[in-house]
């Protein structure tokens, strides 16, 4: 009997061990509930504060966990400053210039700090920022997993060819976002993210005057203060969803439906293809968009996380540990 007892508990060790080297430790909305009980409040009060201050940040920290998740997975590769020696992912095409909410992230980080020294990743603080920007601006709130860790390396190369580029056809986001484990209404519903923040002239010139696919009065409304000649005006910016520019709401895809995306990439899901449909449905009925866009971040928020005793619990997000 006792021997039984004791193979028993053998067999379970065995299958948990074997079963974490596979498939990893899950994230859990608890992990920091003994641990670190008011981060939660801390990144809200932070991220409620950045947005008063620049409404477009709850954008910005939503796309900031986008290009952490496609890279690595949501490691926190993203935050690594370049060094003498190091060359991380912020110069990278998609993201130099362009990605914003570093400061952010380093204020939050700061105050988690003070109150839990040592405990809670970057990567969590991002994934939790990315929530709260989302539902401060008026969008739908979930429940974040958490206990990912963050990585000691970045890479250039991957944020490179892995973040999808705006001037890609349907079948190539297909692509990329399957890439990821994330499937056409995956990648139709994360799309919606563009119902709030902004894009400079320089990355939508070619499709309000080159492009057919696009509203006549909507692409002279952008040509006014975004000339064709490259070099001039190309950092002016221009929302991306032209009817409520800092609101988390569906009008992004009653957008697309009058053809008025302003990414190529933003109208290729609404150009005679097999997301038509879906971008319909999203534009008449914000609650099954909301669904779909929850269900959609938190499996874009579980790539290839850190768990466990891999990577680290960064000091600063910036820079790997030294010791
Ligand atoms: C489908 C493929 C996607 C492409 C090609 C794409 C591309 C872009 C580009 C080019 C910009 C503007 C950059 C600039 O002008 O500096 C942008 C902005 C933005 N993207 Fe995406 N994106 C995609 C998907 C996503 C996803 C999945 C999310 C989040 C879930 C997201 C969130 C955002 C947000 C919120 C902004 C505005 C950021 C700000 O104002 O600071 N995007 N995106
Ligand atoms: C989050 O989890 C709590 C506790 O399980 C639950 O009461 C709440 O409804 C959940 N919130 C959302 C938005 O799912
Ligand atoms: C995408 O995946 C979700 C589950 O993650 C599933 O409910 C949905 O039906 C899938 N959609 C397609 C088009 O495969
Ligand atoms: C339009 O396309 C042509 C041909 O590819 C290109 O030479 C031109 O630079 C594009 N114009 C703009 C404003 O992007
Ligand atoms: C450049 O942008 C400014 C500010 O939006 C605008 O006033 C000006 O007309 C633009 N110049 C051109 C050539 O479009």
Known sequence: MALGTSGHHCLFLALLLLSTAVYGQPLSTSFYATTCPSLESIVRTAVTNAIASESRMGASLLRLFFHDCFVQGCDASILLDDTGSFTGEKTAFPNVNSVRGYEVIDQIKTNVEAACPGIVSCADIVALAARDGTFLLGGPTWNVSLGRRDSTTASWSQANSDLPNPASSLATLLAAFGNK????????????????????????????YND?????????????????????????????????????DNAYYGDLTKYKG?????????????????????????????????????????????????????ANCRVVNSS
Request: hydrophobic share 35%.
């Open 212 to 248: 057919t696919n696009i509203n006549t009065p909507f692409a002279r409304l952008r040509q006014s203060n975004c000339p064709a000649t490259k070099g001039v005006n190309d950092t002016v910016l221009a929302p991306l969803d032209v009817q409520t520019q800092v609101t988390f």
């Open 262 to 314: 302003l990414l190529h990439s933003d109208q290729e899901l609404y150009n005679g293809g097999s997301q038509d449909a879906l971008v319909k449905k999203y534009s008449s009925n914000s609650a099954v968009f909301f669904a779909d866009f929850v269900a959609a971040m938190i499996k874009m928020g579980n790539i290839s996380p850190l768990t466990g005793t891999d990577g680290q619990i960064r």
């Open 181 to 208: 484990g994330l499937n056409a209404t995956d990648m139709t519903a994360l799309s919606g993210a563009h119902t709030v923040g902004f894009t400079q002239c320089q990355v939508y010139r070619d499709r309000i």
